[in-house]
């Protein structure tokens, strides 16, 4: 989600965010108008929210409030809680300012995202996802950097945030952001196909899988000529998991349309599951 960094001063929340005194005030406004319970939280108050931190040499004071709301637990506010919404708007916000942080905050920041990529709760973790694409939009080789100073230790939930981050259209017009999403994808279904996560936690694997049922797509209409190399070969794996990967991601329309006749072939050949 790309957010809004003009007008700051427009924001009507602006002096609640730089005054402690009115924090329980500006937080019982967002709960209001957060969309929660709910199937969709207000993405557009987040935006908002995170656009007044997309800058520069922001307040030691607007910085704590963003720790004091991505500090939130899943005991304190559990899913499709009002109170849920305070840590998506948090993290967002972290995502929106990473750019511009100095290497210190840098640090603080990532230790938010992954906490919030391994919640129990799917929109905080879906809000890192978005944090991560934040970081990517302003400037690719820094999420890269990011996500390669994770990856050999990355739980099975940081992997599927890796991977939902990658699927952000913006980010796959870059070249270079197309070609590491797919490699990524390819190692990390390779590692599924090879055991390295069978004594993991089987709804984590479930999860991670179902984004890889969506996301691989993008990756292969952005690099078709590798990506159907990727979906042939995971399709003549034999393996139920692969082959419902592909099945998922040939059904959708950016390669069916596309790319009939490789689609076509492909789903010929296929083991039905």
């Known amino acids: ?12 929340f602006q002096q609640q965010i730089e005054n402690s005194e009115q924090w329980p005030l500006l937080a019982e406004d967002f709960m209001n108008r957060s969309g929660l319970p709910g199937p969709r939280a207000n ?3 987040a935006g908002e929210f995170a656009g007044y931190y997309a800058r520069s040499g922001l307040s030691a004071q607007s910085l704590s409030l963003l720790a004091s709301w991505t500090d939130i ?5 559990e899913a499709n809680d009002p109170k849920e919404y305070l840590p998506f708007c948090a993290l967002l916000a972290c995502g929106a300012y990473y750019g511009y942080a100095e290497q210190g905050e840098r640090s603080g920041i990532e230790g938010r995202l992954r906490r919030a990529m391994n919640d129990s709760r799917w929109r905080v973790r879906e809000a890192a996802a978005m944090a991560l694409q934040q970081i990517g939009e302003f400037g690719f080789g820094l999420l890269a950097g990011v996500l390669e100073s994770w990856r050999m230790e990355a739980t099975i939930l940081e992997l599927r945030t890796f991977v939902a981050a990658l699927a952000h259209p913006p980010l796959l017009k870059d070249y270079s952001c197309a070609a590491y999403s797919l490699e990524l994808s390819e190692q990390i279904l390779d590692e599924l196909l090879s055991g390295k996560y069978s004594e993991d936690d089987p709804e984590h694997l479930r999860v991670l899988s179902k984004g890889m049922e969506y996301a691989l797509s993008l990756f292969v209409a952005s690099q078709p000529d590798a990506g159907f190399a990727l979906l042939r070969r995971l399709a003549g794996s034999g393996d139920k998991r692969m082959i ?16 009939p006749e490789e689609v076509t072939e492909l789903l010929a050949g296929l083991t039905i599951v």
């Open 73 to 77: 637990s899943a005991a304190e506010a």
């Open 1 to 12: 989600m790309k957010v809004n960094s003009g007008k700051l001063t427009a924001l009507p």
């Open 43 to 45: 993405l557009s108050l």
């Open 244 to 259: 419902r990967i592909v099945k998922s991601n040939l059904g959708k329309k950016r390669l069916s349309q596309k790319y």
